[in-house]
């Protein structure tokens, strides 16, 4: 029998259940990505409360779309209250779901964790978050000092400061900001 965590490690949360959406079952879902394709391909999910540490399996029988949200309909969600009972519930998918993409492309939960590094091995740390901006994403990137004390580090995820992207390895080659060459040096 699997634990939860493993259930979930096999999975990539794509949203949210905010809130019920009319009298016959139906809830809103605040999506977490960006790739319309995948919430309309919605089939067999995982429903999980952080909060609460409840899960249950479920079949997704309807999708539309409405503004920035989408309005879904569950097998056996037939009344208001039934899909009251839902909210705050994240939506999982099988990781193997997700459309194939390019060996330079990614998705932020395949950067999560990864080790990141200078070009001349310094270790910069680990990536803690995706910060998306207009102009580009931001690798959040924690060094752990001691058991209480971490240094944050921000790259852009951005051609000119990625030497490297190693998908496999799970390790990430930055260039040093030049900012940040030699804070030691006497600028006088």
């Known amino acids: 029998m699997k634990r939860l965590d493993d259930l979930l490690m096999e999975r990539i949360d794509i949203g949210k259940i905010s809130n019920s959406h009319g009298i016959n079952g139906e809830v809103k879902l605040f999506p977490y990505t960006n790739l319309s394709e995948v919430i309309f391909a919605l089939d067999n999910v995982l429903l999980f409360h952080p909060e609460k540490k409840k899960f249950f399996f479920s079949k997704v029988i309807e999708v539309k779309p409405s503004n920035k949200l989408y309005i879904l309909r569950f097998q056996g969600v037939e009344t208001i209250s039934e899909a009251k009972n839902l909210q705050g519930f994240e939506v999982y998918i099988d990781k193997k779901e997700m459309p194939e993409i390019e060996d330079s492309e990614y998705y932020i939960?395949?950067?999560?964790?990864?080790?990141?590094?200078?070009?001349?091995?310094?270790i910069v740390g680990e990536v803690k978050d995706i910060m998306q901006t207009k102009a580009n994403d931001i690798l959040m990137i924690e060094k752990k000092i001691t058991e209480y004390k971490s240094e944050e580090t921000l790259i852009p995820?951005?051609?000119?400061?990625?030497?490297?992207?190693?998908?496999?390895n799970n390790v990430i080659i930055a260039k040093r900001m030049e900012w940040m060459e030699d804070e030691t040096q006497d600028k006088d």
């Not at 939960?109 to 310094?122: A, N, P």
């Not at 995820?157 to 496999?168: A, S, T, W």
């Open 109 to 122: 939960y395949e950067l999560i964790g990864m080790l990141v590094k200078y070009e001349d091995g310094e």
């Open 157 to 168: 995820l951005i051609q000119n400061f990625i030497v490297e992207m190693d998908k496999k």
